[in-house]
């Protein structure tokens, strides 16, 4: 797997995520697809599209400070540093986020198959 595609993937959910945009990230993200928030808590893909969806989660930006990569081996994956406006369940902060994504292929696109989300 490329960088630049790696890049493509983790940007477009970034954008994706800032839209609202649920049908975006349903393509791009594995049905098994899990999101671990900072808290430790595992969320399915489907639950997570579904706090979009009602409001529970929004995200109004989302700016990349640092990303690295590591796109070789079997489990591809991007680590990148973000400061992430965000209302998360009703409180509304700016968060220092480590977001780190696995890839996998899927057929034969290119999917993220589970993002760690953690402080910086």
């Given at each position: ?12 959910m ?13 393509s ?5 697809f ?26 109004h ?31 509304r ?14 057929d ?13």
């Amino acid at each position: 797997m490329s960088d630049k595609v790696m890049g493509t993937l983790y940007d477009t959910m970034c954008e994706a995520m800032v839209a609202g945009d649920i049908a975006t990230l349903d393509s791009i993200l594995a049905d098994g697809f899990t999101l671990t928030h900072m808290t430790g808590y595992v969320q399915s893909k489907t639950e997570w599209l579904d706090a979009i969806a009602s409001g529970q989660m929004q995200y109004h930006r989302m700016e990349t400070v640092q990303a690295s990569s590591t796109p070789e081996g079997a489990a591809p994956a991007l680590t990148a540093r973000t400061l992430t406006d965000a209302t998360i369940w009703g409180s509304r902060a700016t968060w220092r986020l480590t977001l780190r994504s696995w890839f996998e292929v899927r057929d034969t696109e290119w999917v993220i198959t589970r993002t760690v989300a953690s402080t910086w």
